[in-house]
């Protein structure tokens, strides 16, 4: 039960914005929203999390609605390599098994 | 370098041949974990360990074992490999503390004949 709905794939171009959203309509309130990325068949890259406060690092933004039912997670300038299947995961912070992928989105980024 | 390894990072073999994929972690990790990832179906954790002696089974823990007798090692066994466990298979770690992350090996990719 991956708890999150992503779209299957999307386009970005290089050099510009890529918002990738997740739908988590059913999150706890202890749930802390993740996500990872995997570049082709590599180990999954931990990107970003949080709980409800936007987050901001040297990868990415995320963004939480205040409801917190859904997500976006910003590449602010996309490169060709961004390109690569983005996970958005719910996980209660305490419950480290519970760790679920998903499908996921393959985002590709186009010259 | 912080890291997690994995070996071998390819292996094929025979049905019925028992096998040990290692990992190691060097972060000085309480938790590990192991999933593996066939097309269409993603990522599914096939055992994990909260700590030294502690293992449990994630959700398809069938045909392998796992142990933990050291922190830094956690490895994957599969005393009689079929070809249903063809698959990519990866380690992971993390602190085992509120809202780590968990960082994973390179992958190992098997092929059972």
């Known amino acids: 039960d991956a708890k999150t709905t992503q779209p299957p794939s999307m386009d970005c171009a290089e050099g510009r914005a890529a918002n990738l959203p997740c739908n988590h309509s059913?999150?706890?309130?202890?749930?802390?929203v993740y996500w990872y990325r995997q570049i082709h068949s590599q180990g999954p890259q931990y990107i970003i999390h949080g709980l409800k406060n936007n987050e901001t690092n040297e990868m990415a933004s995320l963004i939480i609605t205040e409801d917190r039912k859904s997500s976006t997670l910003i590449l602010p300038h996309a490169t060709l390599r961004d390109t690569a299947v983005y996970y958005c995961?719910?996980?209660?912070?305490?419950?480290?098994?519970?760790?679920?992928f998903g499908s996921g989105t393959k985002l590709n980024v186009k010259p | 370098e912080a890291q997690v390894t994995q070996n071998p990072r390819y292996l094929i073999t025979v049905t019925g041949k028992k096998l040990t994929v290692t990992c190691s972690q060097n972060?000085?990790?309480?938790?590990m974990s192991w999933y593996r990832q066939d097309p269409g179906l993603g990522l599914r954790q096939i055992y994990y360990s909260m700590n030294v002696e502690v293992t449990d089974k994630g959700d398809v823990p069938e045909g392998y074992k796992v142990s933990r007798k050291e922190k830094r090692n956690f490895p994957l066994i599969l005393e009689s490999p079929s070809p249903n466990q063809t698959s990519l298979y990866f380690c992971?770690?993390?602190?085992?503390?509120?809202?780590?992350?968990?960082?994973f090996g390179p992958g190992t990719r098997l092929l059972v004949l």
């Open positions: 992971a770690s993390s602190f085992n503390r509120d809202r780590e992350t968990q960082y």
């Open positions: 972060m000085n990790h309480e938790y």
């Open positions: 059913t999150i706890s309130g202890n749930e802390y």
């Open positions: 995961i719910v996980r209660v912070s305490y419950n480290f098994n519970k760790f679920y």
